[in-house]
């Protein structure tokens, strides 16, 4: 009787530590065995390595824009679900949906805010971020089509950015789509196809905003999340974050191995266990490529958790602060409602594609599609067309040079031309002094 | 690191405080506070007291259904003593609204009782502004692109600072009254018909189709205008049509201020049906008013006193039609179309008959509307304009310049006089010596003595005789040319067109017009094209059927294989067209002209 009393003593007392446990299978960490094992016993941790090395956590290295990009990406889904609950894609009610989301919901003018900003944010940070992996060489062997995987999700973001433009359906948003369906359209032989397909109509009108909701609110953040899904595990398979060869491999100590089937762990019981260079070890499996730890421990490496999750959760609410405080103080725009009968003069398109404007006022077909081709071609082939082994891991490492001076070039001719479109350009596109 | 995400996180805790704050802590929560407060004070009974201590601010919404869509307006949450008379002598936002036997309220037994209830009306239908907002800027319709900000309160960021001060006061909410009460007579709404008088007083019905009212084409259709447009935009365009519209032709009518506000809260009044009709009622307006007398026929047939004679009559009705609004006669002028004074030297009867009809069968580009009035009204008028024969006393070649040529080509003979920006194609710039001294005076000579048809210029042979005319010549010559005459190398043109007129010539004629010369004259022949909005003088409208068949062929030869000097016409013998391509485009142009239009 005592015994079953002490059990149900025991279980009664036990009950929230049942509860926790059946949840988290492991307690909080407290030795380095348990640091390790957060990092593959937790579903959501499970994608970090164990250890990273010390120059991936440096600001100064990547800046976290990887890491600051898909906040932006998680901020944005969060803040567009809790929109969606508001908002109708329906050129007769859309714009009422925004009016009330200003003046009728609660939070609606800071959630909008911080989805308009985020928005902004998020094309800017991933072509930062592609910037910042081009500079150090990361795209290098054995990361090549992790890059391509990325250029695309640049691509998948400039895409989820203009969808989204057009759902307020007021005068920027209407005109600014028109301008960019109309240099898609200029691409030879499937160019009008193109266009038919993304505005379901000639012109820009109900089939368009339906279309471009439904690309902006499941297609394109589906897509999004599994091109992220398998950029994430990329940059696990593919040995972290590039960093540079410092000294020379150490060379390798020969150990002897024993193989044996048993799994249980031999265990010294009692007699004192012999440290030997013998060292025993069950497979777990094999593993190819550069990632044999086995007698090299990297020296300058530390636990994820909690140092990568520290750094994680700091660049989140860095990322988060920022958002709010741009959202805080600068209002979304929203102007006048669709007119189709006045265009403004000039109708620019949104910022990230008026350098593409400034480019197809000289020429059509090559501003808005010929050179923009073979700059999208140039990037995607880039890891195979640069095969140098040299210079990665570092910010513009001397060999690279030659590299680093045509990427430099071409970033800083693609801002010069949105500079020109935005600040540069009056009616009809003419030239205009923003002072 | 930890130190930041300390210092970070505390960023986010206060940036979260604050974006809560701004949400739950608002000023029409103070404001409703500061009522309750005063209520309390003023409250006659403890239970009324008592209610008004434990009363917490609220949204107060009315749902307006009555006038098409519903609406919401939230304007008494701050303007929560809109309705409570102890209140009059408050200032806004706790004020009560005022009551007025003209708004139909109702002093019985001692207190107001309002027609105009604001469960039934709501605010923005007579205030505009915006219903939903529940911040002064929002509800005000403050930011610029809200499109009904209040009436006679609000000024936008965008407005011209020059007409801001003119759009304040609340007489312009009596353009909302008359989208109810539509009647011309209402007390309320006397600056709407004052504004409604000036629209036809001043000419504009000539020019503007207002539903049931007017039906000119040349101006925009002005039916739903108060609906597309705010206070700001209606008062500049009235003022200066060119600052907001540069290729506009409206005339810059001479105004005063009470006279501008007159139009602009008609204008403002128009906006295409009452709310207070169904939709179905607006569609019967419609049908029963398909062929109406004009209101502008009316207007003017009731102010007519009975007159002896046509010519008496006609002078009446010049006046009543407003032309003067426009045209000048004796010492009336509106300083936009041509002088009326000595019409009866200049035209004759068929052609004032069909210049009334229909202005451009004459004058290709003319500003002038197509005024659609009886048959009878033009006859008389007509006949009165015929009677203006009196001659011109004796006068230096100068006075008579300044007199009869100023007008359109300005004091200092450059083209630009008051009238020139009406009248298309523009007077000729008298001081461009490179055109006037290559042209043979005796064109000049035939210019003044009979005109040049398709354009304003008038036959003046009447009005002066021969020396008068040679006078004017020479006056011109030394006052304004200033250059010498130049003597050109006689030039081998032929007097009639070589090229026989066929098919086939106007179809080459046609193709090389395409190449060539539509970047100034235009795909349609009309001189609008890309090149002609930099170019001085326009490119000539070769579709002007009367200036055209006023030209000889030879005129055409000369103009083409040599160029205009003096215009920024071409020698196209230099770009190597063949007499036998002017040919063909003489052959095209002349088959653009060939109906008597």
Redesign the interface.
């Known amino acids: 009787m005592s015994k079953d009393q002490n059990s149900i003593g025991k279980s009664v007392v036990d009950l929230p530590a049942n509860v926790t446990r059946s949840i988290f299978r492991n307690p909080l960490p407290t030795s380095d065995r348990g640091r390790a094992a957060t990092s593959f016993t937790n579903f959501f941790l499970h994608i970090q390595p164990v250890r990273v090395s010390r120059q991936a956590l440096r600001p100064s290295y990547t800046m976290g824009l990887g890491l600051i990009s898909f906040f932006l990406f998680a901020i944005l889904t969060a803040t567009g679900v809790l929109l969606m609950f508001y908002y109708v894609p329906s050129t007769t009610q859309a714009y009422d949906r925004m009016?009330?989301l200003?003046?009728?919901v609660?939070?609606g003018v800071?959630l909008r805010n911080m989805h308009r900003w985020a928005a902004h944010g998020m094309v800017a940070c991933v072509f930062l971020h592609m910037c910042r992996v081009f500079f150090t060489g990361s795209y290098k062997p054995p990361r090549e089509f992790n890059w391509v995987i990325g250029v695309c999700l640049f691509g998948l973001t400039l895409l989820s950015s203009f969808t989204g433009y057009l759902l307020p359906w007021?005068q920027l948003a209407f005109w600014a789509i028109t301008v960019g369906t109309s240099i898609a359209g200029y691409a030879p032989l499937v160019g009008k196809a193109i266009k038919f397909i993304l505005l379901g109509d000639a012109t820009v009108g109900q089939e368009a905003l339906l279309r471009f909701y439904v690309l902006h609110v499941v297609v394109l953040p589906l897509v999004l999340t599994i091109f992220v899904a398998v950029h994430f595990w990329r940059i696990r398979k593919d040995g972290g974050l590039a960093k540079p060869e410092s000294e020379p491999a150490p060379k390798r100590v020969p150990v002897q191995v024993e193989i044996q089937d048993d799994p249980a762990p031999i265990m010294a019981t009692g007699s004192i266990a012999v440290a030997a260079p013998a060292r025993r070890f069950t497979i777990q499996g094999l593993v190819r490529g550069p990632l044999v730890k086995v007698g090299r421990l990297e020296e300058d490496t530390v636990f994820s958790w909690p140092?990568l999750l520290?750094?994680e959760?700091?660049v989140l609410?860095?990322t988060?602060?920022g958002v709010?405080?741009v959202s805080?103080f600068f209002n979304a725009p929203?102007?006048?409602?669709v007119n189709v009968m006045h265009p403004p003069n000039p109708a620019k398109a949104p910022w990230y594609f008026l350098g593409l404007q400034e480019q197809v006022s000289y020429s059509a077909f090559w501003g808005g599609i010929g050179v923009p081709g073979i700059e999208v071609l140039l990037l995607l082939l880039l890891p195979y067309i640069d095969r140098g082994k040299e210079g990665v891991g570092r910010w513009f490492a001397r060999q690279r040079i030659f590299a680093n001076s045509i990427f430099l070039l071409f970033v800083i001719v693609n801002i010069y031309l949105i500079v020109i479109g935005t600040f540069f350009r009056g009616a009809n596109w003419q030239f205009v002094s923003p002072f | 690191m930890r130190l930041a995400l300390a210092l970070v996180s505390v960023v986010v805790l206060a940036g979260s405080g604050a974006v809560v704050l701004k949400e739950t802590k608002a000023t029409w929560q103070d404001h409703q506070k500061a009522y309750f407060a005063q209520a309390r004070l003023q409250a006659k009974s403890d239970a009324e007291r008592a209610s008004l201590e434990s009363k917490a601010p609220k949204i107060e919404q009315t749902i307006v259904t009555a006038f098409g869509s519903s609406r919401v307006e939230r304007c008494e949450s701050c303007h929560i003593a809109s309705d409570d008379p102890r209140f009059s002598s408050t200032s806004e936002p706790l004020r009560t609204h005022p009551y007025s036997a003209a708004m139909g309220d109702i002093y019985k037994d001692g207190h107001w009782e309002r027609k105009h209830k604001f469960s039934e009306f709501g605010c923005t239908s007579c205030h505009d502004g915006q219903g939903r907002g529940l911040t002064k800027a929002d509800a005000h319709g403050e930011d610029e692109y809200w499109p009904t900000p209040m009436l006679g309160y609000t000024v936008q960021a965008d407005w011209k600072k020059d007409n801001a001060t003119h759009l304040h006061g609340a007489e312009f909410m009596q353009a909302n009254c008359a989208q109810c009460h539509k009647e011309r007579t209402f007390a309320g709404t006397a600056l709407v018909s004052r504004g409604r008088e000036l629209f036809f007083k001043e000419g504009c019905f000539g020019c503007h189709r207002i539903q049931g009212i007017s039906s000119g084409t040349i101006g925009p259709d002005l039916t739903e205008v108060g609906k597309e447009r705010k206070l700001d935009y209606l008062w500049g365009h009235i003022a200066d049509p060119r600052a907001y519209t540069p290729t506009s032709v409206m005339p810059q009518f001479k105004l005063s201020d009470e006279d501008k506000k007159a139009l602009v809260i008609f204008l403002k009044s128009r906006r295409g049906g009452s709310p207070s009709d169904s939709s179905v009622d607006q569609y019967k307006v419609e049908a029963s008013n398909a062929t109406p007398v004009p209101e502008s026929v009316a207007v003017v047939a009731t102010a007519i006193i009975a007159a002896k004679t046509p010519e008496e009559r006609g002078r009446q009705l010049i006046e009543g039609y407003a032309c003067l609004s426009c045209h000048k006669l004796d010492d009336h002028d509106g300083g936009i179309s041509p002088d009326l004074t000595r019409e009866g030297l200049m035209r004759d009867h068929a052609w004032l008959m069909s210049h009334f009809q229909n202005p451009r069968s004459l004058i290709s580009d003319s500003n002038m509307p197509s005024f659609a009035l009886p048959q009878k009204d033009f006859d008389d008028m007509s006949a009165y304009l015929m009677t203006r024969t009196s001659a011109l006393p004796a006068m230096t070649p100068a006075q008579t310049f300044q007199t009869l040529c100023a007008r359109c080509h300005g004091e200092n003979g450059n083209g630009k006089g008051p009238n020139a920006i009406y009248l298309d194609p523009a007077p000729r710039d008298l001081t461009r010596a490179e055109f006037m001294s290559t042209k043979p005076q005796l064109r000049l000579v035939s210019s003044i003595r009979d005109g040049v048809a398709g354009t304003s210029m008038p036959p003046w042979g009447k009005t002066l005789s021969d020396a008068q005319i040679q006078g004017v010549v020479d006056f011109v010559w030394s006052q304004y040319v200033k250059g010498k005459p130049r003597q050109i190398k006689a030039r081998k043109l032929p007097d009639t067109n070589p090229v026989a007129m066929s098919a086939d010539s106007v179809h080459r004629g046609e193709g090389i017009f395409l190449q060539r010369c539509t970047g100034c004259h235009g795909r349609k022949a009309d001189g609008h094209g890309p090149n002609s909005i930099d170019i001085t003088p326009r490119p000539r409208n070769l579709t002007n059927t009367a200036f055209v068949q006023s030209v000889s062929d030879r005129r055409l030869f000369e103009s083409i294989e040599y160029g205009v000097d003096g215009t920024a016409m071409p020698s196209w013998i230099d770009y190597g067209l063949s007499q036998n391509d002017v040919g063909d485009i003489v052959n095209f142009i002349r088959s653009l002209n060939t109906s008597s239009k």
């Open positions: 009016l009330d200003r003046s009728s609660v939070f800071i007021d140092n520290v750094a959760l700091f609410l860095l988060i602060a709010m405080l805080f929203l102007e006048q409602p």
